[in-house]
């Protein structure tokens, strides 16, 4: 349990989401473990909470502004719109201190908090690792949510924030595998937590990141299935298999990467319609032509629906090899390998970022 403790905090650091020897993460086995010293009273949260493993964080720059800035209001919940958030989480509450009573009142009915603070409290039902995917989600809704709400309301972002962000810079893969290319993903922060998903079709088999998968450990968790669903390993590969399906059925493409990165994600929240009679649910359905770098910004929810992705994002790229999916991300395909596929998400990822930078310095 150690072990894995040390691996998921490892994890967040190369997110650049939180120092470990600021972080409490507490997971339980046949005891109580922990990074740190324990709590008696945060130890008795397991008892009273039936769950698995903990993590209190405190985040490091720019998180950590952000977030502060996300708490200074004295609204009792935050509700980000993006689709990490609608699927998973609902809202966060804000808990006025970090404390047995609050966690506990605040974690019964949601997977992760913030504190007044500006420290991230999550849990994990079963393991340790459902405790890093919620915390790490958690970083990146609210990351979203800051700069959405400060560009709707035209406030300009602090220089303290604004240095902080870099742009992401080109990196070649060797092999071009699809190990290879899901390591990328990760180390260049375009996906977060176990989100994004990735494939490629040879020979009318489809391989494709497993559901749940960690895009940065791909060796065992590879399925194919066949382009005919002649097998039902289906069942088991990634959600928005259905999506990577019926783009290889629909076009030449032979590669694909879905991933999420954030100012893209922000990007495709941006719209200048006023009295737009959807109102917040340009998620489900919207029937303007939206564009951002050149790439098509569509509408879909997960699922097979109408408006399901497995819908718009096919059909949109019948004449893109990207589109942008309303707050939930990006997918991009090439016919001649991943390289080519990460490079246009690094292009259009730093775009959105330039783009929102540029104009909303203070």
Partial sequence: MKRLIEKYLKKLEQQGLVNPKETVFIASDDRVYSNTRLSKSLVTIFDEMNINSLIIAKPVEPYKKIIESLVVSKDKVIIPQ??????FFHDFPVIEKVNKQSIIQALSKRKSAVSRDGRVVAYGMVS?????????????SLFVKYFVDRINLKEAIPKAIYNLIKEIQPLNLKEGSIFEAG????????VDSYFGNISFINDGLI?????GSSLD???DTIVTVPLDMSSTNGIIASS???????????????????GHPPFTVIQSMLCDERDCVRGDMCYQSCKKER????????SGEIGTGTNALVNTVPNAMKQSNAVIVYGHGIFVASKEGFQQCLDEI????????MDILRTKRS
């Avoid at 993006?82 to 699927?87: F, K, L």
């Avoid at 340790?128 to 990146?140: G, L, R, V």
């Fill in 291 to 298: 564009y951002f770098a050149g790439i098509p910004i569509v």
């Fill in 240 to 258: 928005e298999f259905s999506t990577h399906r019926s783009v290889y059925l629909n076009t030449d493409f032979r590669y694909i990467i879905h």
């Fill in 183 to 190: 390591k990328a993903l990760v180390s260049l922060r375009l």
């Fill in 128 to 140: 340790p690792e459902q405790a890093y995917i919620n915390i790490s989600s958690t970083f990146f």
């Fill in 217 to 219: 450990e791909l060796e």
């Fill in 346 to 353: 690094i292009r259009i990822e730093n775009t959105a970022l």
């Fill in 82 to 87: 993006d689709c990490e958030t609608r699927t």
């Fill in 207 to 211: 391989h494709i990141s497993q559901t």
